[in-house]
């Protein structure tokens, strides 16, 4: 059973452009989470998805950044307009259930130039 | 919203040592995990333990639900042992785990 897989691992942005992350929860979850850490910190939640449904947005910011996890393929990260603040580590985890065990994927850092 | 706090931030160790990582929160939970960030950043699963003792070789961990603590254990360290461990816990009104700061490990050969 593969874990969480996040892709790219390195992605670099200039100002002004958008990054796409992406998250395929482990088989059989259907629960997936966003997490940002910037450097020298802990992790910060961002958004909380289930299958077509977003279930808590209330760690995400309220404009440039939105989120999506469709019936089919993976959930969908989505940064507009990138700026330097948002560089960072950006983790993504799954779960079977709301209260279960999460495991997290080896994370996207993003370099905004 | 609860409150995850770790002690110590920062610890070194030689190799062979023993520790004890402390998670102190600030409301009852339903779900509590013990993490391993190694150096290249990578969040390694060690414990799920809302309540009771689990161990698994040299490492183990205790949570004391009803006084709101949790505990790592980390024996005979080795350097691979380095890096950052988080507690993150989610209580049963909130639907997603909230880290605490970290205790940054470095053991030293």
């Known amino acids: 059973n593969a874990g969480v897989m996040q892709n790219p691992r390195h992605l670099v942005r200039r100002r002004g452009q958008e990054a796409r992350l992406r998250c395929s929860p482990m088989?059989?979850?259907?629960?997936v989470y966003w997490y940002r850490q910037l450097p020298e910190e802990g992790l910060k939640f961002m958004v909380y998805l289930q299958k077509e449904n977003i279930i808590d947005e209330s760690g995400m910011p309220k404009e440039r950044f939105s989120a999506e996890f469709p019936k089919e393929g993976p959930s969908i990260l989505r940064i507009q307009q990138v700026v330097r603040g948002d560089s960072a580590a950006y983790f993504c985890a799954s779960s079977p259930t709301g209260d279960g065990e999460a495991f997290f994927g080896q994370g996207t850092r993003l370099t905004v130039v | 919203g609860i409150q995850v706090e770790q002690s110590p931030p920062d610890l070194i160790l030689q190799e062979g040592a023993n520790s004890t990582l402390r998670c102190n929160f600030s409301?009852?939970?339903?779900?509590l995990q013990w993490f391993h960030q190694n150096p290249w950043g990578q969040l390694i699963n060690l414990f799920y333990i809302p309540s009771g003792t689990k161990q698994n070789g040299r490492l183990s961990a205790t949570t004391v639900a009803t006084e709101r603590y949790s505990l790592l254990y980390i024996s005979s360290s080795q350097t691979t042992d380095s890096g950052v461990y988080f507690c993150a816990v989610k209580d049963s009104g909130y639907s997603t785990l909230t880290f605490g700061k970290g205790t940054m490990l470095l053991v030293s050969p």
């Open positions: 409301d009852s939970v339903n779900n």
């Open positions: 088989k059989g979850h259907s629960h």
